[in-house]
């Protein structure tokens, strides 16, 4: 069965701090792509950051980036100089590419930036 | 319009009543996946199109579910003989082509069955 765990519900960080939001997945194929999602309160789902698999630099988007271990299936995002903005659900999903996309997205984490 | 558009935005029905939400793609993109997020949950993928065919429908929950595309471009997702436990955020997204994987989402429908 193909996974994203997120062992984080809830986490809180200090504007202007640093964290980091955790992810691994299972999957037996080896042509995907990883991505975080971000949803505030309004609803809309953002894309933050996205990496495939076969490329082994971590992608970079601003005060974004992501930490791709490939061998421990893990892939988690550190959020740089944390803004009130930041403050939202956060999603960690992968599509497998086989005949067709296979979508499966983790159960979130809600990330609170505290002024 | 430059985004993924969802109608309606808000919908309450009575328990037992069919429902049909709709989904206009960002014009030009061929995937068009739909999800249900539950009140405080992740997203539950639900069926994806690749143009008009469905070639993953796994998602969906029973046979009360279904799911249509024309002409590569708006979906309609409709629930049949609604139940209470149907009651989420309904979330549609599209994406340009199978290759090029980034999800815009719409908005999403709310759906509340009394």
């Known amino acids: 069965a193909q996974t994203v765990t997120q062992s984080q519900p809830e986490m809180s960080v200090q504007e202007a701090e640093t964290v980091t939001l955790s992810c691994t997945y299972d999957?037996?194929?080896?042509?995907?792509?990883l991505f975080w999602y971000k949803q505030p309160p309004s609803r809309q789902m953002i894309l933050v950051i996205r990496q495939e698999a076969y490329k082994q630099q971590n992608a970079t988007e601003n005060r974004f980036s992501v930490n791709f271990q490939k061998a421990a299936k893990s892939f988690s995002l550190k959020i740089s100089d944390s803004q009130l903005g930041d403050t939202a659900m956060y999603f960690c999903?992968?599509?497998?590419?086989?005949?067709?996309?296979?979508?499966?997205f983790g159960p979130g984490t809600s990330l609170s930036v505290i002024p | 319009g430059a985004g993924v558009s969802q109608s309606p935005s808000n919908k309450v029905t009575e328990k037992g009543k069919d429902v049909e939400l709709r989904c206009d793609p960002i014009?030009?993109?061929?995937?068009l996946y739909w999800y249900r997020q539950s009140l405080g949950q992740g997203l539950e993928f639900l069926i994806y199109?690749?143009?008009?065919?469905?070639?993953?429908k796994s998602g969906l929950p029973s046979d009360r579910f279904s799911a249509e595309r024309t002409g590569g471009s708006v979906s309609t997702l409709t629930i049949q003989r609604t139940q209470q436990e149907d009651s989420a955020v309904y979330l549609c997204a599209s994406s340009l082509s199978q290759d090029y994987n980034e999800q815009f989402f719409g908005p999403g429908t709310r759906l509340t069955v009394l």
């Open positions: 999957t037996s194929e080896s042509n995907y792509y």
């Open positions: 999903a992968f599509i497998v590419k086989t005949s067709y996309d296979k979508v499966i």
């Open positions: 199109f690749q143009g008009n065919s469905a070639p993953d």
């Open positions: 014009s030009g993109h061929t995937a």
